[in-house]
């Protein structure tokens, strides 16, 4: 599959995930396949088309000294840029049955490139966020917080992988952190809405902010932070007090189930009430190519991941600038 050119229409709700997945070796009910040997499992994965630059073959890998981890196969250049490969099987704790050759699905997200090795590429599927369910408390646990969302399909589930969490994990320098060399003390409380399906980056954005002098309202979803939005706005309306009273500033990831950040911001900005609340997009999804995305539906600010310093200091700034 070459370099991916789908872009959806921003605001519509909807995505594209290349389906791909993972045969593993054995067999958890012990049956056996015709050949009497142990009968392989298949897991189906998804990533979003708008991470992924290309599906390429298994490349030449150089191992890298002392990798961190056993995943980490080590790196390989392609077109002048060296990129490191993961295997995500091994990742998950799973053996791969080497039934047919990997392939190789090259991403970029959080500003930096990285590879991950699966057994196989189904298709692109176009979806809606609706229909993709939140996993529950149970499974999220079970799953190390490293699923985001499940897809039923007609004949199997797909999981939805946080690949920033699994990259993050591989490499903390890559998470968020907080300048602590900048005072951030102020005698003025903001209040901000955040929205972002990973736990991980949710409580993490939630203490960073509160040590940055932001009071911090969180939800898992777009949809979620909508209904509240809703809420503020029929207050503001029947109080006759205007909206910065209740909330200063919403920041939210792009990928979330139910709702995803360009359709939140898009009802945001053509609601009569709300449409004056600044809106800064927080996404490993933003980059040059992407941007013009959140653009089109009217994000007053986006920043890339891991950015957590700049989020804080631009999100003052646009208070300032919009309210005094």
């Known amino acids: 599959m070459a370099q991916t050119n789908i872009l959806l229409e921003a605001g519509t709700n909807e995505l594209e995930v290349v389906e791909f997945y993972l045969e593993e070796a054995g067999s958890d009910t012990g049956g056996e396949s015709k050949t009497g040997k142990s009968a392989s499992y298949r897991g189906y994965y998804g990533v979003n088309v708008a991470k992924v630059l290309e599906i390429i073959r298994m490349p030449n890998v150089t191992e890298l000294p002392e990798a961190s981890n056993s995943a980490i196969l080590g790196a390989f250049n392609q077109r002048n840029n060296i990129i490191p490969l993961v295997d995500l099987s091994i990742w998950l704790g799973k053996q791969r049955a080497e039934n047919e050759a990997p392939k190789v699905i090259v991403t970029e997200f959080n500003d930096s490139v990285t590879a991950f090795m699966v057994s196989g590429v189904t298709r692109i599927h176009r979806i809606s966020w609706e229909s993709v369910e939140p996993p529950n408390e149970y499974m999220a646990a079970m799953s190390d917080n490293s699923i985001t969302g499940v897809v039923r399909l007609e004949d199997r589930i797909v999981f939805l992988l946080d690949l920033e969490k ?41 203490d960073l902010l509160e040590k940055a002098g932001f009071d911090v309202t969180a939800f898992t979803n777009g949809r979620d932070a909508w209904e509240t939005l809703q809420r503020i706005a029929q ?65 007053d600010d986006q920043i890339s991941k ?10 003052r700034a646009l208070i300032k600038s919009r309210w005094g």
Do not use: C
Request: hydrophobic share 40%.
């Open 235 to 299: 207050a503001a309306t029947e109080q006759g007090r205007p909206v910065r009273d209740f909330v200063h500033v919403l920041v939210s990831d792009i990928e979330m189930p139910q709702m995803d950040g360009h359709h939140l911001t898009k009802r945001i900005k053509e609601d009569p009430v709300l449409r004056d609340l600044p809106i800064m997009l927080f996404s490993s999804l933003i980059t040059d190519k992407l941007r013009h995305k959140g653009e089109a539906v009217g994000a």
């Open 166 to 206: 699994i990259v993050t994990d591989l490499n903390p320098a890559l998470g968020l952190k907080l300048d602590e060399a900048i005072d951030w003390s102020t005698d003025i409380r903001y209040r901000a809405i955040v929205a972002d399906d990973s736990g991980v980056i949710r409580e993490m954005m939630r």
């Open 306 to 315: 891991p950015q957590i310093t700049e989020l804080a200091q631009r999100a």
